[in-house]
C-alpha cells in the first residue's frame, strides 16, 4: 500500500464528514482501490494514533465512518438515517432526543429544512405510520395558537410543559426580545 | 487615582442655562467604573429628591466606560442616565444605545458628558475633540431624526457620530428615543434633551483610547475572547443541526447555514455554515431578518450591521422597495423591538396581519415592520418594550378610546384600515403621539398615566395579554418565562423594563438543561439555580444568588461599557471547554485597560455598590423606605394566569403569591437589605462605601428601622 493512502483515505472521510456525510469502507477502498489494493482497513487505520479521531457508526444497511473532529456523535446518527433514507427513525428519534435531551418538543416544519429535506407528503405519511402504530404510543402531537404543529414524547415531557415549550417557540419568543 | 489606562480622564459638564462648559477630573468617579456609574453618582450628588424628569433640574449624562473605545469585544455602548418621564415618580433609569457614539466620544477625550440646565433656544452640542460649542439647533429643530442626524453629520464630517430626538422628544413625549447611527435608540430620555431644548450632541474624535498594560497582552486576549463568544444573545449552539455541533436549538440566533442569504446584497451573500473556530466570520453567524421578519426577511436583507468592535452582527439593514410608495426611503436598519414594536401596533388590532395590495402574507409583513420602523425612529417614539401597540390594542377593543377620544378625533382615525391590517396607518399614528395631537396622544405618556387619565382600572393591569409587570408602567422583559423567580426578580428591581439580559442569554444559550445546571453549580452553588423550561420549583437560595450576579452584571456591563445582549461570557460554543466560557473575561479586560489589576470579585462588588445607589436614589425619589409594596409588588396576572393549573406544575410559569415575597426576602438578604422592607441598611451602604448616601437617607428617615 502506498505511503500516502492512509492520510488521503483519512483526509477524504474528514471533508466527507465537515460536509455532513458519511462515508462507508467500500466508498473509501473504491475511491484508493488502485493504490490500495487489498491493504486498506479503516479499523487498522483508526487504531493509529494519527487517524484516531476517525470513528465507525453502525446502520441498518452498513457500517460508516466519519471523523469525530470534523463531526459529532449526535449528528452522525442524524447523517446515517439520512443516508438510509430511514425518515420514520429520523422523526421518531430526533423528537425522542430532544424531549429527554433539551427537553423541549419539535416542530414538525423543521424535518421540512435542513438537514432534514424531507418532503411534506412523507411527513404526512411518517405521521400517519406514527400515530397508528403502538411502538411510538409515546410520540404525541400538540398545536400553537398560529396552528404550528410540534411533537414531543410523552415518555420525557408533560403534555403540558410540552404545551407551553410549543407556544413559547411559535409565538412568545419573537414577542420578547 | 491617576488614569493610566482606559479612561479618557475627563468628563464634560454643559450648562444649557449659563452656556458655561466645564471639563472635570475622571479620577472622582473610577471607583464608580463608567457609564451608568458615573450617571448615578451625578444624579446622586446634585439632582434633589422630588426633581421631575422635565425640570430644569434634572440632568442628563451620556457616559461611557473604561473599556470604550479600546476595541474590547463588544464594547460600543453609551448609557445615558435621567429621571425617566413614563415612571409615575419620574425615577432614575437609564436608557442605552449601541453604534459608534460612545467610542467616538471616548476618542474625543472624554468619559462622559454631563448636561445640565435648559436652553432658552434650540441648540446641538458639537465636541470636536476638546473643542466644545453650542450651535444654533434651529433649522434642525421641527425635524426627524433622520434629517437632523444626516444634516449635522454633513456639517461635521463622515467621521463624525451624531445622537439626536426627533419631535417627539422636542414636544416631550414620555415615550421617546435619543437616536444614533442608522439603527440605535436608546428609549425613555428623548423628551428630557426636549426639555432643556437640546436637539443634538454631534461628536468627532481624533484621538484613541491609551492601553495601560501589554499591547501583546490585549491583542491575546481580544482572540481568546472571540474564541468564547456565540452568535447574537450569546447563544453557543447553532439553530438546525450542523455537522460541527453536538446541540442545536430552532431559539438560537445562531442561524448561519448553507443556503441562507443576504438575498438583496449584490451579488446576494451566503452565510453558510459557521464553526466556532471561524472567529474572523461570527458575523455572519446571526441573520436577525429571518427571526425579525419572518419568512421573507432575507429576501430584503442588504447586510447586517451593528456596532463598534463587536464582530456579532444584530441589526438587519434592508432594502424594501415598497417602500418608496409611502413616500419614504426603503432604507430601513433596524432589530428586535425596533421592528416589532410597530407590528405590534398595527397586529394588536388587525388580528396579527398586514395588507398590502399585491404582495403576499410574508413580504405585506416586511413591508409593514420596516415602515413602521421607520417611523417611529424618525419621530423618534419610544415602544416602552412594545406597551405602546398593547395599549393601543387594549384600549381601542375595550371601548376606551371611543369614550375618550372626541367624537371627531374619533372618527379621524382610519379604524378601517387598521382592522385591515393598513402599514399606511403608521404614518398617521407616530405623527398623532410625537405631536401630541389630540387625545389619543396620551398613548405616549406610558402605562401608568394612560391608567390614570382615561381610568382604565384593575381589568388593564391585570389582563395577562397587556404584560404589565408592576403598577410602575412597565412589561415584562424576560420575566417569569425566564427561570420563574430570577426573571420575575430581575424584573421588578428597576425603574422600566428590565435591561438585563444576563440571566437569558444563559437561559437561552442552546445547551441542555443538564448543562446549564451543571455550570450554574458552580457559579451560583448549586443546579437548583436553574429549572427545566416551564416545569419551574420553589425559589432556592442559589435562584437568588444567580439573580443578583445577573443584575450585578448588567450594571458592570453598562458602566464599562459593554454589551449586556451579548456579555458576560458564561458558556461558550466549544465542546472542548465543556461548554464553559470565561466569567473572569471583564475582569481581565479591565485589568490590561486600566493598569489596575483587579479580580472578578473585586470588580463585581464595584458594580454591587452601584445597584446599591441605584435603590438608594429610587427610595430617595419616591419617599418611602418601603420597597417591597410600593415598588417590587407585581400586577397580579403572574399568580392568576392558567387558572386550571397550579403554580409548580409543569407547563406554567404562573407564580405562587407566597413564593414570591419568600423570593423577594430571600433577594433583599442577599443583597444586605432589610429583608422587611428591601431597603439597603446602613452597614450595607458603609461596606461599599456609600456611608454618604446613607447619610443623607438618615437625614430623610430613608434607612430601614
Given at each position: 500500500m502506498s505511503d500516502n493512502i492512509p492520510a488521503l483515505a483519512a483526509g477524504f472521510i474528514r471533508e466527507q464528514s465537515r460536509k455532513g456525510l458519511l462515508s462507508t469502507e467500500n466508498n473509501v477502498i473504491n475511491r484508493f482501490e488502485q493504490d490500495a489494493g487489498n491493504g486498506l482497513s479503516l479499523s487498522e487505520l483508526s487504531e493509529n494514533k494519527e487517524y484516531g479521531d476517525l470513528q465507525r457508526i453502525s446502520g441498518e444497511k452498513a457500517d460508516y465512518w466519519y471523523s469525530t473532529s470534523c463531526m459529532t456523535s449526535s449528528y452522525a446518527e442524524i447523517a446515517v438515517l439520512l443516508e438510509e433514507k430511514d425518515l420514520l427513525s429520523l422523526i421518531v428519534n430526533t423528537v425522542r432526543r430532544e424531549s429527554s435531551l433539551y427537553p423541549r418538543p419539535t416542530a414538525i416544519e423543521i424535518f421540512e429544512y435542513s438537514p432534514y429535506f424531507m418532503k411534506k407528503e412523507e411527513i404526512e405519511t411518517m405521521m400517519s405510520i406514527i400515530e397508528n402504530d403502538t411502538r411510538y404510543s409515546d410520540i404525541e402531537k400538540c398545536a400553537t395558537s398560529i396552528d404550528k404543529f410540534y411533537l414531543f414524547s410523552t415518555k420525557f415531557l408533560p403534555k403540558a410543559q410540552a404545551e407551553y415549550l410549543s407556544e413559547w417557540d411559535a409565538v412568545g419568543q419573537y414577542e420578547n426580545q | 487615582m491617576a488614569v493610566k489606562g482606559g479612561w479618557a480622564g475627563k468628563i464634560l459638564r454643559v450648562n444649557l442655562s449659563t452656556g458655561n462648559i466645564e471639563r472635570i477630573n475622571t479620577e472622582n468617579f473610577i471607583r464608580y467604573i463608567g457609564g451608568m456609574g458615573i450617571g448615578y453618582k451625578v444624579m446622586w450628588d446634585e439632582v434633589p429628591a422630588?426633581?421631575?424628569?422635565?425640570?430644569?433640574d434634572n440632568k442628563i449624562i451620556f457616559g461611557v466606560g473604561p473599556l470604550t473605545g479600546t476595541g474590547a469585544m463588544c464594547s460600543g455602548r453609551t448609557n445615558i442616565t435621567s429621571l425617566l418621564p413614563s415612571n409615575p415618580y419620574n425615577a432614575v433609569s437609564d436608557s442605552h444605545m449601541g453604534g459608534h457614539f460612545g467610542v467616538e466620544l471616548k476618542y474625543a477625550g472624554w468619559d462622559a458628558i454631563i448636561i445640565e440646565g435648559k436652553s432658552s433656544r434650540p441648540v446641538w452640542l458639537k465636541i470636536v475633540d476638546d473643542k466644545v460649542t453650542l450651535e444654533d439647533a434651529g433649522i434642525y429643530w421641527g425635524e426627524g431624526t433622520f434629517a437632523t442626524i444626516a444634516g449635522i453629520t454633513a456639517m461635521m464630517g463622515k467621521q463624525s457620530q451624531v445622537a439626536a430626538i426627533g419631535q417627539a422628544g422636542e414636544n416631550q413625549v414620555n415615550l421617546s428615543v435619543i437616536r444614533t447611527g442608522p439603527s440605535h435608540s436608546a428609549g425613555g430620555h428623548g423628551g428630557v434633551l426636549g426639555s432643556k431644548m437640546l436637539k443634538a450632541i454631534g461628536v468627532m474624535g481624533t484621538g484613541a483610547v491609551n492601553i495601560a498594560g501589554d499591547k501583546m497582552k490585549w491583542h491575546e486576549l481580544n482572540k481568546y475572547a472571540l474564541s468564547l463568544v456565540g452568535a447574537n444573545n450569546q447563544h453557543v449552539v447553532p439553530r438546525t443541526p450542523q455537522p460541527w455541533a453536538e446541540y442545536s436549538h430552532p431559539g438560537s440566533r445562531w442561524t448561519a447555514k448553507d443556503g441562507l442569504y443576504w438575498e438583496k446584497a449584490d451579488p446576494p451573500i451566503e452565510t453558510g455554515t459557521i464553526r466556532p473556530e471561524e472567529t474572523n466570520r461570527i458575523g455572519y453567524r446571526t441573520m436577525k431578518a429571518m427571526l425579525d421578519l419572518g419568512k421573507n426577511g432575507p429576501k430584503y436583507t442588504v447586510r447586517m450591521g451593528g456596532c463598534a468592535a463587536c464582530p456579532v452582527r444584530c441589526k438587519t439593514h434592508l432594502e424594501v422597495p415598497q417602500l418608496e410608495q409611502y413616500g419614504v426611503d426603503p432604507h430601513v436598519a433596524n432589530t428586535c423591538m425596533g421592528f416589532y414594536s410597530p407590528w405590534g401596533v398595527l397586529a394588536g388590532i388587525s388580528g396579527g396581519k398586514a395588507s398590502v395590495p399585491g404582495e403576499s402574507k410574508d413580504d405585506a409583513s416586511v413591508i409593514a415592520k420596516a415602515l413602521g420602523a421607520h417611523y417611529a425612529d424618525d419621530y423618534g417614539v419610544w415602544c416602552n418594550y412594545g406597551q405602546i401597540g398593547r395599549d393601543f390594542a387594549w384600549t381601542y377593543k375595550h371601548g376606551v378610546l371611543k369614550r375618550v377620544l372626541p367624537t371627531a378625533e374619533y372618527n379621524s382615525i382610519d379604524w378601517e384600515s387598521i382592522e385591515a391590517g393598513d402599514p399606511a396607518i403608521f404614518a398617521d399614528f407616530y405623527r398623532r403621539i410625537a405631536f401630541k395631537e389630540g387625545e389619543l396622544s396620551h398613548l405616549g405618556d406610558g402605562a401608568h398615566y394612560i391608567s390614570e387619565r382615561w381610568n382604565l382600572g384593575e381589568d388593564y393591569w391585570t389582563y395577562k395579554g397587556n404584560k404589565l409587570w408592576t403598577k410602575i408602567g412597565y412589561p415584562v422583559h424576560h420575566s417569569n418565562e425566564s427561570d420563574a423567580q430570577v426573571g420575575s426578580l430581575i424584573s421588578s428591581m428597576f425603574n422600566r423594563d428590565a435591561q438585563s439580559h444576563t440571566h437569558q442569554n444563559f437561559i437561552g444559550s442552546g445547551l441542555p438543561t443538564e448543562v446549564q445546571k451543571d455550570i450554574a453549580a458552580e457559579l451560583w452553588g448549586s443546579a437548583d439555580a436553574i429549572d427545566e423550561p416551564a416545569n419551574y420549583k420553589p425559589v432556592t437560595k442559589a435562584k437568588m444568588k444567580f439573580a443578583k450576579w445577573s443584575i450585578v452584571r448588567n450594571l458592570l456591563h453598562d458602566s464599562l461599557t459593554v454589551c449586556n445582549w451579548m456579555w458576560p461570557m458564561t458558556t461558550s460554543p466549544l465542546k472542548e471547554r465543556n461548554y464553559r466560557g470565561n466569567t473572569a473575561l471583564e475582569a481581565l479586560y479591565y485589568t490590561e485597560a486600566t493598569g489596575e489589576e483587579i479580580s472578578e470579585e473585586e470588580l463585581d462588588l464595584q458594580a454591587e455598590k452601584l445597584f446599591h445607589l441605584h435603590r438608594a436614589l429610587t427610595i430617595r425619589q419616591m419617599g418611602t423606605v418601603d420597597m417591597r409594596n410600593t415598588h417590587d409588588q407585581l400586577t397580579g396576572w403572574q399568580f392568576d394566569m392558567d387558572p386550571d393549573k397550579k403554580a409548580f406544575e409543569p407547563g406554567t410559569i404562573k407564580l405562587d403569591r407566597e413564593d414570591y415575597e419568600n423570593t423577594l426576602t430571600m433577594f433583599y438578604e442577599e443583597m444586605g437589605w432589610d429583608p422587611k422592607t428591601g431597603a439597603p441598611t446602613r452597614a450595607t451602604l458603609e461596606k461599599h462605601d456609600l456611608k454618604f448616601v446613607a447619610d443623607d437617607l438618615d437625614v430623610k428617615n430613608l434607612l430601614p428601622a
Open positions: - | 422630588g426633581t421631575k424628569a422635565f425640570d430644569k
